[in-house]
């Protein structure tokens, strides 16, 4: 055993049962997310389309994290019903999450504004002014995705409440940029609101490097794919189970007038369809057929039905498996809770670990005394 899960060990629980200098030490730290989130733990649930439905929504909230609706392609009326149905499992905060391209955006955030929805989370592009003044003025939060450290400002001047910055690790839609230089990226000059970091993320102790670097929190979105409460087909999660980091492959984008970001996944025979795919849609814009949004929004749509094919029919050759790197970490079923409660361990026994090599008290590590002479 290391000398850091020692000391965990020793240190979880203080001798008269309240809650250990080191877990306090982990909730100053991300304490700044946990009063934005409303939670008792800063971590995000990345909303994956077809997973992040009522139930494991509920189940990660009623962990103490944040869960998250990935409202996908659905139209406002069955948002509505998705939103109420995760209400009714769960009294703990969650958000819902809005593709910015969807043609109804107004009239999803009108849903969500309308069943109280307190954080609303923009992905898939760069949001509109109006979407964003919308949802605030509807009185939800606005968390929006940041691909680099002029956008994250931009959007903070715009009125976003927080930001996300994602890096490539991370599975689905994603940027150029890996998750540790977003961070020295963003990290140390946007202070005005929460950061929370996205991509890669499958340990305690990748959190707390991220928290130590100024994050107020993180989003984790593989790991809980084989959830217990998670809806994913049997196949799904075998293939998460059995994947390697190195399985987890981005898409290409094959033409610079369709800005649709590349896609990571489980290389599978869907990958190369998508190729195929996007081929033939362009093809269509050149005769004429398509418009370039309509283009634009078919090629996203393949990805869409693809991933239910995976996610529910347990189609793991002809649909999307959606994935980040990460996934090598995905060994096992188990439950929200039980995932939670790892990434906290690892965490403490980190903090812990830390306290036997130096010899200092939690309280060093956040002090001016902590600090060496060039701060």
Known sequence: MSAGLAAA?????????????????????????RAFLGTDLAIMGGAMTWVSERNLVAAISNAGGFGVIASGAMPPGLLAEEIAATAALTKKPFGVNLITMHPQLTELIDVCTAQRVGHVVLAGGIPSGAAIEQIRNGGARVVCFAPALVI???????????????????????????????????????????????????????????????????????????????????????????????????????????????VRALANPATERFRAIQREVIDRFHRGELSQKEAQLEIEHFWAGALRKAVIDGDIEGGSLMAGQSVGMVTREQSTNEILGELIDQAVATLAGRACRFGRSPQFFGSAEGQGPDG
């Not at 049962?17 to 306090?24: A, I, K, L, Q, V």
């Not at 102790?205 to 994050?215: C, F, K, Q, R, T």
Request: hydrophobic share 45%; charged share 20%; proline share 7%.
């Open 9 to 33: 060990d020793r240190l979880e629980v203080a001798p008269d049962g309240e809650t250990s200098p080191w877990r306090t030490e982990l909730d100053r730290l991300w304490a700044r997310g």
């Open 152 to 262: 994250a400002k931009k959007l903070v001047r715009m009125g976003a409440d927080a930001i996300v910055i994602e890096g490539s690790e991370a599975g689905g839609h994603i940027g150029p940029v890996s998750t540790a230089v977003l961070a020295q990226e963003v990290l140390p000059h946007v202070a005005a609101v929460p950061v929370f970091v996205a991509g890669g993320i499958g340990r305690g102790e990748a959190m707390l490097s991220y928290l130590d670097m100024g994050a107020s929190g993180v989003q984790l979105g593989t790991r809980f794919v084989c959830a217990h409460e998670s809806i994913a087909h049997p196949h799904f999660k075998r293939a998460f189970i059995r994947a390697a980091a190195r399985d987890a492959m981005p898409s290409p984008q094959l033409d610079v007038r369709f800005p649709v970001i590349p």
